[in-house]
């Protein structure tokens, strides 16, 4: 079967998992024609270059997004017949792309839990706080933005339902928790009030009982990921490179994503509703992380693949 052909099977089968394949397919039947013409039976390094000198002349960006397509063809041609070779990543320069999450372990997001609940302040609210709020963050994917802008009525505790009002472009929308994340919640709550002698405006604060601003945040929680081994020391308080806040985030999703092809769950279906409840504007944003972690691309490929061919027989 030439590399044309294949390619339709592919098309067919991400599109199942709800990709929109307007462009990836314009750029892939280019390269599949190409591939066919030069007699290629499999796809590597020294073809997608060939092809690609070949093209007129474009951005980095360009040129990065159509190798970054051909490697998911070619990836997914390699887990059918192992002769194909998938291009490496960074073989064109692009100053564009986007950073490539880390995914936390539940041992690690233990860990940093743990550690905030030590760092040091005169009333103890530090620790505190930024426990709670590293792993309210943890377990509902919230942008850290998100989280310091909730406020003391923002959380029912009746219904357990967490009012995001300050997402992304100012939309708001309400998320539902688990009961036991509504009983850390309260907890925290109870503690903060007593520890402040009174019921602040703002749901996280810190000792002087004002809600901690982005940069604290991300500051404890460098120095907590020093402390765990997660990020090298730094000298003078500096927050060093390694394994951002954010990547809680992405922690969250990957995580909810994978439990859905280990527990059989609708993809299509499910995808919609986490798209909703992290406040992405686009489902390409929530898709993206299929394509941005290994394992979530080789279990949607693999579900994906077992569903095409239920579906030939």
Same mark, same amino acid.
């Given at each position: 079967?030439?590399?044309?052909?294949?390619?339709?099977?592919?098309?067919?089968?991400? #599109?199942?998992?709800?990709?929109?394949?307007?462009?990836?397919?314009?750029?892939?039947? +280019?390269?599949?024609?190409?591939?066919?013409?030069?007699?290629?039976?499999?796809?590597?390094?020294?073809?997608?270059?060939?092809?690609?000198?070949?093209?007129?002349?474009?951005?980095?960006?360009?040129?990065?997004?159509?190798?970054?397509?051909?490697?998911?063809?070619?990836?997914?041609?390699?887990?059918?017949?192992?002769?194909?070779?998938?291009?490496?990543?960074?073989?064109?320069?692009?100053?564009?792309? +986007?950073?490539?999450?880390?995914?936390?372990?539940?041992?690690?997001?233990?860990?940093?839990?743990?550690?905030?609940?030590?760092?040091?302040?005169?009333?103890?609210?530090?620790?505190?706080?930024?426990?709670?709020?590293?792993?309210?963050?943890?377990?509902?994917?919230?942008?850290?933005?998100?989280?310091?802008?909730?406020?003391?009525?923002?959380?029912?505790?009746?219904?357990?339902?967490?009012?995001?009002?300050?997402?992304?472009?100012?939309?708001?929308?309400?998320?539902?928790?688990?009961?036991?994340?509504?009983?850390?919640?309260?907890?925290?709550?109870?503690?903060?009030?007593?520890?402040?002698?009174?019921?602040?405006?703002?749901?996280?604060?810190?000792?002087?009982?004002?809600?901690?601003?982005?940069?604290?945040?991300?500051?404890?929680?460098?120095?907590?990921?020093?402390?765990?081994?997660? +990020?090298?020391?730094?000298?003078?308080?500096?927050?060093?490179?390694?394994?951002?806040?954010?990547?809680?985030?992405?922690?969250?999703?990957?995580?909810?994503?994978?439990?859905?092809? #280990?527990?059989?769950?609708?993809?299509?279906?499910?995808?919609?509703?986490?798209?909703?409840?992290?406040?992405?504007?686009?489902?390409?944003?929530?898709?993206?992380?299929?394509?941005?972690?290994?394992?979530?691309?080789?279990?949607?490929?693999?579900?994906?693949?077992?569903?095409?061919?239920?579906?030939?027989?």
């Amino acid at each position: 079967m030439n590399i044309l052909s294949q390619l339709g099977r592919y098309l067919g089968i991400r #599109r199942s998992l709800g990709y929109d394949l307007r462009t990836d397919e314009r750029v892939l039947r +280019r390269f599949a024609r190409f591939a066919d013409q030069e007699g290629a039976a499999h796809i590597n390094t020294a073809l997608f270059l060939r092809w690609d000198a070949g093209l007129p002349d474009v951005s980095t960006s360009t040129r990065s997004a159509r190798l970054s397509k051909v490697r998911l063809f070619a990836q997914w041609l390699s887990s059918i017949d192992p002769a194909h070779e998938v291009p490496p990543r960074g073989l064109l320069p692009d100053r564009s792309g +986007r950073t490539r999450p880390y995914i936390y372990s539940e041992a690690e997001i233990v860990s940093i839990i743990g550690a905030a609940k030590m760092l040091p302040s005169i009333y103890g609210m530090r620790g505190l706080t930024f426990s709670v709020l590293f792993g309210l963050i943890a377990v509902t994917g919230l942008r850290i933005s998100e989280a310091l802008a909730l406020d003391q009525d923002d959380l029912e505790m009746g219904t357990g339902v967490l009012r995001v009002r300050r997402g992304k472009l100012g939309k708001e929308r309400l998320l539902p928790l688990d009961p036991s994340v509504v009983v850390k919640l309260t907890g925290y709550a109870v503690e903060r009030d007593r520890l402040l002698g009174n019921t602040p405006h703002a749901f996280f604060v810190t000792c002087k009982g004002t809600r901690p601003t982005d940069c604290g945040a991300r500051y404890n929680f460098a120095r907590v990921c020093q402390q765990i081994g997660l +990020r090298p020391p730094q000298k003078y308080c500096r927050h060093g490179r390694g394994p951002r806040i954010h990547d809680l985030r992405h922690s969250f999703a990957v995580r909810t994503m994978i439990n859905w092809y #280990r527990t059989g769950k609708d993809p299509a279906r499910e995808m919609i509703q986490v798209t909703t409840y992290l406040g992405h504007s686009d489902p390409d944003n929530t898709f993206w992380y299929l394509e941005a972690v290994p394992e979530l691309l080789d279990l949607a490929m693999a579900r994906a693949t077992s569903g095409d061919g239920e579906m030939d027989q």
